[in-house]
């Protein structure tokens, strides 16, 4: 008997073969998810006597992360002497992620007799576990090996978090979506931090301290300040400067101590001391105005005198404001430009007139120095000066609007509101403004507020952007249905096809607001008012009902009106497609109400020689069939009967059938020469048209209609009296025959010779009596062989 794949492999791991040993192993693997057979005899080949099924099968099983994969790669690692081996058990073992995976790396790394362990390999290894239990012993190979440094810096680093990049620098307060972002990434840990710039610091490695100064400068816990606060007197430049600076951060953004950066207030260096009172400055403190002030005159780098005085403007200390108003006033002054906004902090002063007036001549410079007089008035904040920047805002012919933009951001007022949002719809034509607007409104409104995204989305001109797809996506989950249907006539096609996507595919569907969506003047806007309601059907109110009905009629009107405008003006086609769809749904949806009955059925009559209202003359008999057995409903299915259109005809008679039998049946007659338009009638079982069709039979022109009918009925006495009425054409009589021939059926076929035989029948129709029997025995022969064949 044949054995399975994994009973094979099992006998297979002990083969004398090397490559079927091996072979043995992948087998098990592939079966390990489906067999407990095999999971057991993978298990049992980690300790098998050849090497390679120990490693192979060690392997495999960390691919699944079994339990006793770990153990045996860390038996694999400690024998291991080949550093590309070594590489591929570090990365199975971090796949793991079993606990004693790190201590294992560091095992290997400090038990290594014969020098083969791939030192930093290991230890970067043992840091991507990002475990804090195992920092201390990294931090102590730090200290024990300069070899090991570098590597064993990158592993705590890793263990701290802070190898993460940081995004999150902005200086303002509130939500971020960096905050969010910060929830995925793996958890930061400030105090392995703080021990990884302690012992950098111990071993002089400034250059790696160096590279911790952003982290340290962001870092949200208390335990590297004492660390940074040490590093304000250290003797490098470089790093000296960057823990002052790192300082001033964390005083405005993360409460921090001001006692170190008073203390480098009194070091000798003068850059040291400027960046001390800078960061007091912007913190609100004063201690370091002098060293400011003097700064501006005496600093050697310009870039330090530029922030000294945009450091003395956010002050806004009086005894700067003389030195401030000369350097604004002094055209060609190098500082000029960073004062004309620093002079805007000082309206609280006596002098606020004279600083106004020299902020509204600064925006006619044709220089960089509008830009700052722009950022002044925002500083400035008068009811005068917020008036100025809103009507820079739209000033076509200024070249820094989108700069006066984002300074409506801090202007909470209707007026800002308003503009804003006009910016966003785009109603000032200046479409390199949507994107400040955007920015500044999310400011105002705040990151939750979707007033921004309502307005966005209804401006048709704007370019097609990350941030509309933002708020498309914002609107769609968390949007106000009856916002939407507000703007969804000022979209773009695209966008509007998209919310109604998402309106229409909402848990509950909101029928109310469609009642009111469905009065609107923009077709897409009705027609997902109408989908709505549709869906709705008898649940929709009497009041949403009415309302349909009315946009119903006007939509009509509408289309009728454009429809003669299009004979002229071939541009009006586009425009008449929209309203199309709109009634096609607006039809449909009052078919589903049962609503509208009047409209429905005038509208059935109307404009029947017209091409283009065929589609929708068809829409309108179907929804006929969700008003009953009305008699207006009735009437109208009738004369449809008789319409010009085969397919308006062929639905007339299908939904005629199913509203009233009786009527149906009436109706047969003038159906008779419409085969598809019969047969429709004739499938509603109810519909009684036996004595139609046994009087229509003897009339050759229906014939067509009626023999199919006949033979499907099984109908002999009819059909044999045709061929015996010596009195109709012989045409017809043969008719008669044909239809008893396609029965298949051996009565019938007795009925068909005894015609044959007959020889009071004339010739012709004697010969046709015999290959009808013919036709019928081969006919019938087939349906029994087929019978035999399939069993149906």
């Given at each position: 008997a044949q054995r399975g794949l994994v009973a094979v492999a099992g006998l297979a791991l002990t083969a004398a073969n090397e490559v079927l040993r091996e072979r043995a192993v992948y087998w098990l693997s592939a079966e390990y998810e489906k067999s407990d057979e095999a999971r057991k005899l993978l298990r049992e080949a980690v300790n098998s006597r050849y090497h390679k099924v120990r490693e192979t099968a060690t392997f495999e099983l960390a691919k699944f992360k079994a339990p006793e994969a770990a153990e045996a790669l860390i038996r694999l690692l400690q024998a291991s002497q080949d550093a590309v081996q070594q590489r591929t058990i570090i990365n199975a073992l971090v796949t793991l992620n079993d606990p004693r995976g790190p201590s294992a790396l560091l095992d290997r790394l400090e038990n290594d007799p014969s020098g083969t362990a791939a030192a930093d390999e290991l230890i970067r290894g043992a840091g991507r576990f990002r475990r804090p239990q195992i920092a201390e012993r990294l931090l102590g190979l730090m200290t024990a090996n300069k070899k090991w440094r570098n590597a064993a810096f990158d592993a705590v680093l890793m263990i701290s978090g802070y190898d993460q990049k940081i995004e999150d620098w902005k200086e303002s307060d509130g939500p971020s979506k960096d905050h969010d972002r910060e929830k995925k990434l793996f958890p930061r840990r400030d105090a392995v931090l703080a021990r990884l710039m302690e012992t950098c610091l111990s071993l002089g490695e400034t250059g790696l301290l160096s590279r911790l100064m952003p982290a340290a400068k962001w870092s949200r816990g208390k335990e590297v300040e004492p660390i940074l606060s040490s590093l304000v007197t250290h003797a490098e430049e470089k790093l000296r400067h960057a823990a002052i600076d790192s300082l001033g951060w964390r005083l405005r953004r993360r409460k921090g101590d001001a006692e170190p950066l008073l203390r480098a207030l009194q070091l000798r260096d003068p850059v040291s001391q400027f960046l001390a009172a800078e960061a007091l400055a912007l913190a609100g403190r004063k201690d370091g105005l002098s060293v400011l002030l003097s700064g501006v005159e005496f600093l050697g780098e310009l870039a330090y005198r530029q922030r000294a005085v945009t450091a003395l403007g956010k002050l806004a200390d009086p005894r700067a404001l003389d030195l401030?108003?000369?350097?604004?006033?002094?055209?060609?002054?190098?500082?000029?430009?960073?004062?004309?906004?620093?002079?805007?902090?000082?309206?609280r002063s006596d002098k606020a007139d004279a600083i106004f007036q020299l902020l509204l001549k600064s925006l006619s410079l044709g220089t960089r120095a509008a830009m700052f007089a722009v950022r002044g008035l925002r500083w400035f904040g008068s009811p005068e000066a917020w008036q100025v920047l809103r009507e820079k805002a739209t000033d076509a012919t200024f070249g820094h609007s989108t700069t006066?933009?984002?300074?409506?951001?801090?202007?909470?007022?209707?007026?800002?509101?308003?503009?804003?949002?006009?910016?966003?719809?785009?109603?000032?034509?200046?479409?390199?403004?949507?994107?400040?607007?955007?920015?500044?409104?999310?400011?105002?409104?705040?990151?939750?507020?979707?007033?921004?995204?309502?307005?966005?989305?209804?401006?048709?001109?704007?370019?097609?952007?990350?941030e509309v797809n933002e708020s498309l996506d914002r609107v769609s989950q968390r949007g106000d249905v009856d916002r939407i249907f507000e703007i969804m006539p000022h979209c773009q096609p695209k966008v509007q096809t998209l919310l109604a996507s998402s309106v229409i595919h909402r848990p509950t569907l909101p029928v109310d607001a469609a009642g009111k969506g469905v009065a609107s003047d923009e077709p897409r806007t009705v027609q997902l008012a109408a989908h709505i309601l549709g869906r709705a059907g008898s649940q929709a109110s009497p009041e949403a009902a009415k309302a349909l009905e009315t946009a119903l009629g006007r939509w009509l009107g509408t289309w009728d009106s454009l429809r003669e405008k299009a004979r002229t003006n071939p541009t009006k086609a586009t425009e008449l497609k929209k309203v199309s769809e709109c009634l096609r749904r607006l039809i449909w949806a009052a078919g589903r109400m049962a609503a509208a009955q009047q409209t429905l059925v005038q509208a059935a009559t109307a404009f029947a020689d017209d091409p283009l209202f065929r589609e929708l003359r068809r829409e309108v008999v179907s929804a006929l069939a969700w008003h009953g057995d009305t008699e207006p409903v009735l009437a109208a299915l009738e004369k449809l009967l008789r319409d010009n259109d085969a397919e308006v005809r062929t639905v007339a008679a299908d939904v005629l059938a199913q509203a009233s039998a009786a009527r149906a049946a009436r109706a047969a007659q003038e159906l008779l020469a419409d085969r598809m338009s019969f047969n429709r009638l004739k499938q509603a079982g109810a519909v009684d048209?036996?004595?139609?069709?046994?009087?229509?039979?003897?009339?050759?022109?229906?014939?067509?209609?009626?023999?199919?009918?006949?033979?499907?009925a099984g109908d002999l006495d009819t059909l044999e009296q045709i061929v015996h009425d010596r009195s109709l054409p012989e045409a017809t009589r043969l008719g008669g025959l044909e239809g008893l021939s396609a029965m298949a059926r051996a009565d019938a076929e007795q009925r068909i010779l005894k015609v044959a035989k007959d020889e009071s029948f004339e010739q012709e129709l004697r010969k046709a009596a015999w290959r009808c029997l013919r036709r019928s025995r081969r006919l019938r022969q087939k349906k029994a062989a087929w019978k035999s064949l399939t069993g149906t």
């Open positions: 401030l108003l000369k350097i604004a006033s002094e055209d060609g002054h190098a500082l000029q430009e960073q004062a004309i906004e620093a002079i805007g902090h000082m309206r006066a933009v984002k300074q409506l951001g801090w202007n909470d007022t209707p007026e800002t509101r308003e503009l804003l949002l006009r910016l966003l719809r785009g109603e000032t034509g200046l479409a390199r403004l949507v994107l400040p607007a955007l920015e500044a409104a999310r400011r105002l409104w705040g990151e939750t507020s979707l007033e921004p995204d309502y307005a966005l989305l209804q401006n048709k001109s704007a370019l097609w952007h990350q048209v036996a004595a139609t069709l046994r009087q229509a039979a003897r009339q050759i022109h229906y014939q067509g209609v009626v023999i199919p009918q006949l033979t499907a």
